[in-house]
């Protein structure tokens, strides 16, 4: 059996990010994918999609963005791709890839790792397989007629895939804002279900709105600094799409996109929705107008009104007059249903009683709950930022410095 000091799941850029800070501090470890270097970004991704942050925002330890010629664009899977294939190679991360991790326990001081190519023991884990690893899909899922196909973002990659006909996008966050343009633009008649969700303008004040959340503060807030972490960590994603249009309901009603309110049911061949979608619009927009309250407090505390265009504010979000309340699955109107209903990390290889009732990984800010045990790139695992490109290099410096201090304790003991 092979000993390594730390064992890496994941060579995405939390996986990366932790190298480069284990690198730093002589720590012998392996980073282990079941693919290669940004497998989820390759496999699990649509041809389209291009990141939601800015190209400045998107740095990795020891790879800061230094200006290059399109700062504020968003770069496309596949130039990220190459970014993080250029990061390995540069900092010559030791990564052995097509090894999938087939079971982790405890054994000794320390974990054994089952792997499709052998197995490994380590003193300490690090799980990197990142936050979106799985997609969520309601149990109702089931009550759908079988002619009806059914897909998720990270099944679907590009309009073709789905058979020809109108389209169910439910949820109505980033990948179901983003997509569900894609579909109807492409032709389909798209009916989005859209229940709980986060309204952000693009832009404000002449600022890209990471920029915005960057500048206040917002990104760094910490996972200890908030009263109720999970329901933070539940948060659902803005809706904003890598390019300067905007992908709220407004602009998907514009372009012909039929808005009802949230899936409530699968039943007898009809797809029933909640009459809440005033509320749920309602909200979304209450927190909307509180943030941007919050940057021009900001503006206003530092005196830079005269330096910035003034407060534009988006319009409220506009109801359907009588919202549909179900659509029939049978009769040939919807083809297809497109579940873009969350993603959830995957320890299904995980066999270390660290979970709760609810099956949640149970850490503080990624330290787990088992001695040596650590978790990257979760949503808000540290910070707002730490799901995010620019939030693993902090995540990754902190908690290699636990790491080792968790080494170095168990050794002098």
């Not at 092979?2 to 501090?25: D, E, F, H, P, Y």
């Not at 058979?163 to 996008?169: D, K, M, N, S």
Request: hydrophobic residues 40%.
């Amino acid at each position: 059996m092979k000993a390594v000091t730390t064992i890496i799941v994941g060579a995405g850029q939390a996986g990366l990010a932790m190298s480069r800070a284990l690198s730093n501090r002589g720590v012998d470890h392996l980073v282990l994918d079941r693919g290669s270097v940004g497998n989820a970004w390759r496999a699990q991704r649509w041809d389209s999609l291009h990141l939601l942050t800015p190209n400045w925002s998107n740095g990795l330890p020891g790879a800061p963005y230094r200006g290059g010629p399109e700062p504020d664009s968003f770069m496309p899977v596949s130039k990220l791709l190459i970014q993080l294939e250029t990061y390995a190679w540069r900092f010559g991360v030791p990564l052995q890839s097509q090894t999938a991790v087939l079971r982790v326990s405890p054994s000794g001081a320390g974990y054994r790792v089952d792997t499709s190519q052998g197995p490994f023991h380590c003193e300490t884990l690090v799980m990197a397989s990142g936050a979106c690893a799985r997609p969520q899909v309601p149990a109702l899922s089931v009550a759908a007629s079988s002619a009806v196909f059914q897909t998720t973002p990270a099944g679907y990659k590009r309009p073709s895939d789905l058979p020809e006909g109108g389209v169910l996008v439910v949820g109505a966050s980033a990948s179901g804002a983003q997509l569900a343009r894609e579909l109807q633009l492409s032709g389909r008649q798209v009916t989005l279900a859209t229940g709980w969700h986060t309204r952000l303008p693009r832009s404000y004040r002449g600022r890209d709105i990471e920029w915005w959340l960057d500048t206040i503060g917002l990104l760094d807030e910490r996972f200890d600094e908030v009263d109720d972490i999970e329901r933070a960590r539940r948060t659902p994603s803005p809706q904003l799409i890598g390019a300067a249009e905007p992908v709220d309901l407004n602009a998907l009603q514009a372009i012909g996109i039929d808005v009802v309110g949230r899936l409530s049911d699968v039943r007898d061949g009809q797809a029933l929705f909640s009459g809440g979608l005033a509320n749920a619009c309602a909200a979304a927009d209450l927190k909307m107008h509180r943030l941007l309250d919050a940057v021009d407090a900001w503006v206003a505390e530092r005196g830079l009104d005269v330096d910035l265009p003034p407060p534009d504010r988006p319009a409220a979000t506009r109801l359907p007059q009588s919202p549909a309340l179900q659509r029939s699955l049978t009769d040939g109107g919807i083809c297809s249903i497109l579940w873009a209903t969350g993603y959830r990390p995957d320890f299904s290889w995980l066999d270390v009683p660290v979970f709760d009732p609810r099956g949640r990984l149970r850490h503080q800010g990624g330290v787990v709950a088992a001695p040596g045990l650590y978790a990257m790139g979760l949503t808000f695992m540290r910070r707002r930022r730490s799901h995010q490109i620019s939030g693993v290099g902090a995540d990754a410096r902190e908690l290699a410095d636990h790491l080792l201090g968790h080494l170095d304790s168990r050794r002098a003991a």
